[in-house]
């Protein structure tokens, strides 16, 4: 994050802070014994000790762990509140509030403090050892002599005790006077003018509901551009429009951004957790936390990511036993790191664990009955490592508080496949793994591919595109009850969308006898439009009526009681003013393979 954002926060906070500071010290005059403002007033102070030092304003951070110090006696009883004290308390207060205007006007001149400071400071060193071991004679007056104060022999000896000299005290108020004199005075130099924070707080209910109005716009704006165009060939009276909408859509998705590191601040707490359970070193690595996401994109895949770091774990890093007979050291390692690339956001966890063992992989497929056994057994070590994502599969040999129930890989899957994401393993045995997770920047906008089948116009999420290509009915060949083809020297199934769409019912896709029938009425000479989409390490083509255009969607999710319809994500509505559906990749797929796996 930029130095400008991060002092935007800080202001916005300590402002914030400010005004909190100045309600519970009424509160508090008003009854001393309050203890909610006395440690409302000691958790702010705190914080904005904190957050001072940490960007490097030590003026701030220095009154503020004074007046933290002030507050750490009264709470203990050790000073008792009166109103001289309560003026004190209102002229440091004040010092914060010019302190923070000073931050904010990027003022050079520096706001005087050390007189208040210093009274405050006497105040707590004197409460420390006592209300009455101290005459209160040399307080208010600091012009007397140490020799001439009554019983100065037995306050040294009292003090000496404590490793405090009487000399340093006296001369600490000596020089209250003289620094008092030079520092802002809270009712003559503070003017009548509000000073507000440069952020606001919005509750992300209400940027949602802009961020679907703007949609709206987005949407209305093509259909607009669309039917004039019909009627004129100077589409450039429109370009300031479109410029000034899709300025308003970023603008918008910008603010929903949220730096990673607020998700992968929490990994430090969750890793120590898991790691104690499974009685395991682990060493964690966080890197590119300042990258930005939607928030509700970390929200929904946050789980995801828990679920995939306590998997490596408990599954991928191996015990201080069997990391040393592998030659490796016993403190296991996980990193955890995001980079930005395009419209993506790439997240990766990376062991240096056994990695994924697909001799494993399938003989805990064929004891789960994931899959018919033929079927497992011509699997490639990609496809099987795949299968961690079927529900109820787990390799794991004992069930314990962290793995080993089969339930959370699919979900993971299903969170992000609900998000336009993607999940990819690299994986070696003996080195380690690595979870990809692709995931869009934002949800508010997608990119898709139109086509049409019949009279109907559909997307597909650009995300899950390879390539599209033209084929004959030569080109497709009948295996089984499916149909497949060649494509850059790879045999990829190949599936009538119409064929799908057109089911009556999800019966009907089960028989199988239905992925062959648009081919058997296809002419031999006539060229067919092929959309390849790959999901899971699974290339398909989808055969399609006409290509349209590549397209950036504002995508709806459908309402009650269409939200369960099968193979469809959602719905947006093009220039033309016709409803586009959004096809669910992995839904039809998943659909797809399924049955072919049960047919064979």
Same mark, same amino acid.
């Given at each position: 994050?930029?130095?400008? @954002?991060?002092?935007?926060?800080?202001?916005?906070?300590?402002?914030?802070?400010?005004?909190? =500071? +100045?309600?519970?010290?009424?509160?508090?005059?008003?009854?001393?014994?309050?203890?909610?403002? &006395?440690?409302?007033?000691?958790?702010?102070?705190?914080?904005?000790?904190? $957050?001072?030092?940490?960007?490097?304003?030590?003026?701030?951070?220095?009154?503020?762990?004074?007046? @933290?110090?002030?507050?750490?006696?009264?709470?203990?009883?050790?000073?008792?509140? $009166?109103?001289?004290?309560?003026?004190?308390?209102?002229?440091?207060?004040?010092?914060?509030?010019?302190?923070?205007?000073?931050?904010?006007?990027?003022?050079?001149?520096?706001?005087?403090?050390?007189?208040?400071?210093?009274?405050?400071?006497?105040?707590?060193?004197?409460?420390?050892?006592?209300?009455?071991?101290?005459?209160?004679?040399?307080?208010?007056?600091?012009?007397?002599?140490?020799?001439?104060?009554? *019983?100065?022999?037995?306050?040294?000896?009292?003090?000496?005790?404590?490793?405090?000299?009487?000399?340093?005290?006296?001369? +600490?108020?000596?020089?209250? $006077?003289?620094?008092?004199?030079?520092? #802002?005075?809270?009712?003559?130099?503070?003017?009548?003018?509000?000073?507000?924070?440069?952020?606001?707080?919005?509750?992300?209910?209400?940027?949602?509901?802009?961020?679907?109005?703007?949609?709206?716009?987005?949407?209305?704006?093509?259909?607009?551009?669309?039917?004039?165009?019909?009627?004129? $060939?100077?589409?450039?009276?429109?370009?300031?429009?479109?410029?000034?909408?899709?300025?308003?859509?970023?603008?918008?998705?910008?603010?929903?951004? /949220?730096?990673? +590191?607020?998700?992968?601040?929490?990994?430090?707490?969750?890793?120590?957790?898991?790691?104690?359970?499974?009685?395991?070193?682990?060493?964690?690595?966080?890197?590119?936390?300042?990258?930005?996401?939607?928030?509700?994109?970390?929200?929904?895949?946050?789980?995801? =990511?828990?679920?995939?770091?306590?998997?490596?774990?408990?599954?991928?890093?191996?015990?201080?036993?069997?990391?040393?007979?592998?030659?490796?050291?016993?403190?296991?390692?996980?990193?955890?790191?995001?980079?930005? @690339?395009?419209? %993506? !956001? &790439?997240?990766? /966890?990376?062991?240096?664990?056994?990695?994924?063992?697909?001799?494993?992989?399938?003989?805990?497929?064929?004891?789960?009955?994931?899959? #018919?056994?033929?079927?497992?057994?011509?699997?490639?070590?990609?496809?099987?490592?795949?299968? &961690?994502?079927? #529900? *109820?599969?787990?390799?794991?040999?004992?069930?314990?508080? /962290?793995?080993?129930?089969?339930?959370?890989?699919?979900? !993971?899957?299903?969170?992000?496949?609900?998000? *336009?994401?993607?999940?990819?393993? !690299?994986?070696?045995?003996?080195?380690?793994?690595?979870?990809?997770?692709?995931? #869009?920047?934002?949800?508010?906008?997608?990119?898709?591919?139109?086509?049409?089948?019949?009279?109907?116009?559909?997307?597909?999420?650009?995300?899950?595109?390879?390539?599209?290509?033209?084929?004959?009915?030569?080109?497709?060949?009948?295996?089984? %009850?499916?149909? /497949?083809?060649?494509?850059?020297?790879?045999?990829?199934?190949?599936?009538?969308? %119409?064929? &799908?769409?057109?089911?009556?019912?999800?019966?009907?896709?089960?028989?199988?006898?239905?992925?062959?029938?648009?081919?058997?009425?296809?002419?031999?000479?006539?060229?067919?439009?092929?959309?390849?989409?790959?999901?899971?390490?699974?290339?398909?083509?989808?055969?399609?009526?006409?290509?349209?255009?590549?397209?950036?969607?504002? @995508?709806?999710?459908?309402?009650?009681?269409?939200?369960?319809? %099968?193979?469809?994500? *959602?719905?947006?509505?093009?220039?033309?003013?016709?409803?586009?559906?959004?096809?669910?990749?992995?839904?039809?797929?998943?659909?797809?393979?399924?049955?072919?796996?049960?047919?064979?």
């Amino acid at each position: 994050m930029k130095e400008d @954002e991060l002092k935007e926060i800080f202001l916005s906070e300590a402002m914030d802070g400010y005004e909190e =500071l +100045n309600k519970h010290l009424i509160d508090l005059e008003k009854d001393y014994q309050n203890k909610k403002a &006395i440690d409302a007033i000691f958790r702010i102070t705190h914080t904005l000790k904190a $957050n001072a030092a940490s960007m490097g304003y030590s003026d701030v951070a220095a009154m503020a762990h004074t007046f @933290e110090d002030i507050f750490t006696e009264i709470k203990n009883d050790k000073i008792t509140l $009166n109103a001289i004290l309560f003026n004190d308390l209102y002229k440091a207060i004040d010092i914060f509030g010019f302190q923070l205007k000073a931050i904010q006007s990027g003022s050079k001149e520096i706001v005087k403090y050390r007189g208040i400071k210093t009274k405050l400071e006497v105040i707590v060193r004197k409460s420390k050892f006592g209300e009455n071991s101290i005459p209160d004679a040399f307080i208010e007056k600091s012009e007397i002599s140490i020799n001439k104060l009554p *019983g100065k022999e037995n306050i040294n000896i009292e003090l000496e005790n404590k490793n405090i000299k009487l000399e340093n005290i006296i001369s +600490n108020e000596i020089t209250l $006077n003289e620094e008092l004199k030079n520092e #802002p005075d809270s009712i003559q130099t503070n003017d009548s003018k509000v000073n507000f924070s440069d952020l606001v707080s919005i509750p992300i209910r209400k940027l949602d509901n802009l961020m679907n109005l703007v949609g709206e716009l987005m949407i209305e704006k093509d259909r607009v551009v669309t039917v004039l165009s019909q009627h004129s $060939n100077r589409n450039n009276e429109f370009s300031r429009l479109q410029r000034i909408t899709s300025e308003l859509q970023y603008s918008v998705m910008d603010v929903r951004l /949220v730096q990673i +590191n607020v998700l992968f601040s929490k990994f430090n707490r969750i890793v120590r957790d898991t790691a104690k359970i499974e009685n395991k070193n682990i060493n964690l690595t966080l890197e590119g936390t300042d990258i930005e996401i939607d928030r509700n994109i970390l929200q929904i895949i946050s789980d995801s =990511l828990i679920h995939i770091v306590r998997n490596a774990i408990s599954h991928g890093i191996e015990n201080a036993t069997e990391r040393t007979l592998a030659k490796k050291s016993d403190t296991g390692n996980i990193k955890i790191s995001a980079r930005s @690339e395009k419209n %993506k !956001v &790439i997240i990766e /966890v990376e062991d240096d664990g056994k990695g994924i063992n697909p001799v494993i992989i399938r003989k805990k497929a064929i004891e789960k009955k994931i899959a #018919p056994k033929s079927i497992i057994e011509l699997m490639k070590d990609e496809e099987l490592i795949q299968l &961690i994502f079927e #529900p *109820g599969f787990s390799s794991a040999e004992n069930v314990t508080s /962290v793995s080993g129930r089969g339930v959370g890989m699919d979900v !993971v899957k299903k969170a992000i496949d609900s998000i *336009g994401g993607k999940v990819e393993i !690299v994986t070696e045995v003996g080195k380690g793994s690595v979870f990809k997770l692709i995931l #869009p920047s934002s949800m508010a906008l997608k990119s898709a591919l139109l086509f049409g089948l019949d009279n109907c116009e559909y997307a597909i999420p650009l995300s899950y595109t390879q390539a599209v290509i033209q084929l004959l009915k030569t080109d497709i060949h009948k295996v089984a %009850k499916g149909l /497949v083809a060649n494509h850059l020297s790879k045999t990829i199934s190949i599936v009538f969308l %119409k064929d &799908i769409l057109n089911a009556k019912s999800l019966d009907e896709l089960k028989t199988g006898d239905l992925y062959q029938n648009g081919f058997n009425k296809l002419e031999n000479t006539k060229k067919i439009n092929v959309i390849v989409v790959n999901y899971g390490n699974i290339e398909v083509g989808f055969v399609v009526d006409r290509l349209m255009q590549q397209k950036e969607i504002v @995508e709806k999710q459908l309402l009650k009681p269409l939200d369960k319809t %099968k193979f469809i994500s *959602g719905a947006t509505i093009l220039g033309t003013g016709n409803v586009c559906l959004v096809l669910d990749i992995p839904s039809i797929i998943g659909q797809v393979f399924k049955n072919t796996k049960n047919n064979i």
